[in-house]
């Protein structure tokens, strides 16, 4: 497949770290997405064959089109990690030139690339020589506010043969702290001969529709609001709303939950690493709000999310305290009866902190 054969017309669920472990991407596909990319995987580490990398790589039959994210920074380690997700099933490969965290910067990889274009195309000239999958970049603007570079990163990359560019239409300092400027995307879409994925503040299908108009990109990318809500690949598809009650909410939840179960093995290790991970989702999905349409924000004011919870099943699931996120794995990963948690607190612990745990 070419790159404008996987990613023309498409809503493509972004890379991230926890959030597209191949459960959650089993579960998007199932909600109609075609096109995943996997969490940001360290070449270095997938070279030397760490099972924990490695296992980044896995891609499940099921999947329709999968790409692997690679962060790294010398070329001849890229090539060989992006040869390795070749081997492992990998539609294409993805550098990472995006990722803020001070883990990944501090080592060269990630957003730091966005200030040395020339290793940058030293990296796509490796890759692409090493695989015949598709080769892709996804960047940010640039490392400073007001200091853009995604123009000659970009340029750079194409001239070492990339085949696609995906843009978040941030700096690396603004994080998700201020709206997208897709303006920029319809600068880089006008001026690359490859095809543009835009990336930030997509919260409805008619936030990707309206962007690949504004812009002429090729695909949109989505990537927190997928992950609140995996049904707005089927809205993107068909073009209308979904609004989900609480016991269909519940029925997605669960059925996350099977599909760890399946992937993880339901032993104790098993359930140790689904609980994980349901709290880590579980934080987004109690983002959604029936009726939010073309209200839903960036604002972390649950107020401004769209209606509020109606009865005590959707007042559990809207929940992100650490007490709620606890009961409902007690409920769903360790299958005992449903015991609605206590009113939370003002001061109540965050659920994702026990993301983090054992």
Not at 157 to 182: F, K, M, N, T
Not at 266 to 289: I, N, P, S
Not at 303 to 317: I, T
């Amino acid at each position: 497949m070419t790159a404008e054969e996987i990613f023309r017309g498409r809503l493509v669920m972004a890379p991230m770290s926890r959030g597209t472990d191949l459960p959650f991407r089993l579960l998007a596909g199932e909600w109609g997405a075609h096109v995943c990319v996997g969490e940001m995987a360290y070449a270095h580490k997938i070279v030397r064959r760490e099972g924990s990398e490695i296992a980044l790589l896995r891609r499940h039959p099921e999947e329709r089109i999968f790409g692997a994210q690679l962060a790294g920074k010398h070329p001849e380690v890229m090539a060989e990690a992006a040869r390795i997700a070749e081997d492992q099933g990998a539609d294409f490969v993805d550098v990472n030139l995006g990722c803020p965290i001070d883990d990944a910067t501090r080592k060269g990889f990630g957003a730091a690339l966005l200030e040395r274009p020339s290793r940058v195309a030293a990296i796509v000239g490796a890759m692409k020589a090493a695989v015949r999958i598709p080769v892709t970049i996804k960047l940010r603007l640039g490392w400073s506010d007001g200091k853009p570079t995604y123009l000659k990163v970009a340029r750079a990359a194409v001239e070492a043969g990339i085949d696609a560019v995906a843009l978040h239409a941030r700096s690396r300092a603004q994080r998700y702290r201020r709206p997208a400027e897709w303006s920029h995307v319809k600068e880089l879409a006008d001026s690359l001969p490859v095809p543009v994925i835009g990336n930030g503040d997509i919260f409805t299908w008619r936030d990707a529709e309206r962007r690949v108009l504004e812009t002429g990109c090729a695909a949109v990318m989505v990537g927190r609001w997928a992950l609140a809500k995996p049904w707005i690949f089927r809205e993107f598809a068909e073009e209308r709303d979904i609004h989900l009650g609480p016991e269909e909410r519940l029925a997605v939840v669960r059925r996350y939950v099977d599909l760890c179960r399946a992937h993880f093995r339901d032993d104790e290790k098993g359930r140790v690493r689904t609980r994980r991970f349901l709290v880590f989702h579980q934080d987004f999905f109690r983002r959604y709000r029936r009726g939010a349409g073309v209200l839903a924000t960036n604002s972390d004011d649950p107020r401004e999310w769209g209606l509020p919870p109606d009865g005590e099943l959707e007042e559990w699931l809207c929940r992100g305290d650490l007490p709620a996120a606890e009961a409902l794995c007690r409920w769903l990963v360790d299958e005992e009866p449903p015991v609605p948690p206590p009113p939370p607190e003002p001061n109540a612990p965050r659920a994702a902190t026990l993301a983090t745990l054992g």
